[in-house]
């Protein structure tokens, strides 16, 4: 279940302030989200790890709607007309809860599925790699990174308010010039694997075109 938190707590939670602008949010965000990592702080950072992204979804949502620097949150609307169920069916794979709000670019016209957990881009490793942690900065926050063995991880927040590992690992396939990325996502502080192909269609749809072509 998604947590719901208020302005004053979403500040209190990331430790900003109501006069912070946005590039101190998220780089408070960001330099938290690491250090809580399971990895890193074990299971006590999973929890934590749930209440920052709860936290900076509030705020990344306030600044969305212009109020960033107001001292309380307004009440929310009451449910009605305007706010339809969800048109996705019970058993769908999840889908990342984007930190900001950006309108997709793609998917660019020289990436594919090639099946469910695997997408295909037709450019170099250096320039696929690029092109696949800047899509993956509007679905999630990367955690960790490696360029010189081709993977990377981001944190995710599903929209059942699971808190997930998004893992990238790429590899060069040299008989057609292009880059398998192979995805998988697991649950954060158990080990469950959970159906990647709600986030792998998101991700193709950030991806944007190769710079070298």
Request: glycine residues 8%.
């Amino acid at each position: 279940m998604t947590i719901d938190v208020d302005l004053s707590s979403a500040r209190r939670t990331l430790g900003v302030r109501v006069e912070d602008d946005w590039g101190v949010v998220r780089d408070r965000y960001r330099d938290q989200i690491r250090r809580s990592h399971p990895d890193v702080a074990g299971e006590a950072g999973v929890a934590r790890s749930v209440e920052l992204n709860a936290a900076y979804r509030t705020l990344a949502l306030a600044r969305r709607e212009g109020r960033l620097h107001e001292a309380e949150a307004p009440p929310p609307p009451p449910a009605g007309p305007s706010q339809p169920p969800s048109p996705r069916a019970v058993g769908d794979p999840p889908l990342a809860v984007r930190p900001e709000w950006a309108a997709p670019v793609g998917p660019a016209s020289d990436v594919r599925r090639l099946d469910h957990d695997t997408l295909v881009l037709s450019s170099t490793p250096d320039e696929t790699f690029r092109r696949l942690v800047e899509a993956t900065h509007e679905i999630g926050e990367i955690s960790y990174l490696d360029r010189s063995s081709a993977i990377f991880e981001a944190v995710l927040t599903l929209d059942d308010g699971t808190a997930a590992s998004f893992v990238v690992s790429l590899q060069w396939r040299a008989h057609d010039a292009s880059c398998e990325a192979f995805c998988t996502l697991e649950a954060l502080g158990r080990p469950e694997h959970l159906d990647v192909g709600g986030v792998l269609g998101q991700l193709a749809a950030y991806i944007g075109p190769d710079r070298m072509a």
